[in-house]
């Protein structure tokens, strides 16, 4: 079984949820306090073991880049104002994993997005992380997935179960037939409507995919607004006995969605060592005056 070394990231979209914040930056560089979203994606497919990622951007991300590159005046200045501490945290970004870009010219869908770096993959399983879905860094996520295609040989998807009305914002598979690490996926659905939605098993961000899911991929028609979905593929990949569902252990935060990525603000900042108690005593002065 090969080891999974590659990920793509796909970071193109135009982040329409939180304008006008994202109207000159990208969305995935807003911060969970004082860390941007992407590189906590970043980070999480590290620890997974993954040595080389490509992001996969678009017109405006530059400053995705950016944030991964040398920042050679930066790096000046705070050598020459003796800040060794700044100085090694922000070398330690660009040194952390091998980095690549690939441009998707059109916002064309998830599908398209991963076609654009198939040159990048080659012959070889690959994780893919939205950026949208963080996981508390203390607990397993795309671990999980890795356990479940080195047992299996297949391509994974990642899920957890979700409320009935909200399964038609993500892709769903059917339910297990009992409790186990992972299961084989028989349908999977995209956005369906609550009663015709397989199961609340949704598909939240996190795959590890074969790359015969490019042949697939090529296959594929484009469906409303003329976007390729990935979804098309992977139940092409069902239908073939080559799919598998993986349940995520873990504490899961939509930061596209303002309420849960404000949720994760607090969540984020309370385990810090350095604020996590002042913010907490901060927390409760707030909540007894407005009770």
Known sequence: MQTIRKALIPVAGLGTRFLPATKAQPKEMLPLVDKPVIQHVVEEAIRSGIQSITLITGRGKQAIENHFDVAFELEDTLRRRGRKEDLELIQTITHMAQFAYVRQGEPLGL?????????????????LLL???????????????????????????GVQQVPLEHVSRYGVVNAPPQHSGWWNVNTIVEKPEPDEAPSQWAVVGRYILMPTVFEHLHGVQPGVGGEYQLTDALAMLAHRGDLVAAPIPARRYDTGNKLDYLKANVEFALKRADLGRDFLDYLKELVAQRS
């Open 111 to 127: 599908g398209h997005a991963v076609l654009c770096a198939e040159h990048a993959i080659g012959n070889e399983p690959f994780a």
């Open 131 to 157: 950026g949208d879905d963080v996981f508390d860094e203390e607990d397993i996520a795309l671990g999980a997935l890795i356990t479940a295609h080195r047992a299996t040989g297949k391509s994974v998807v």
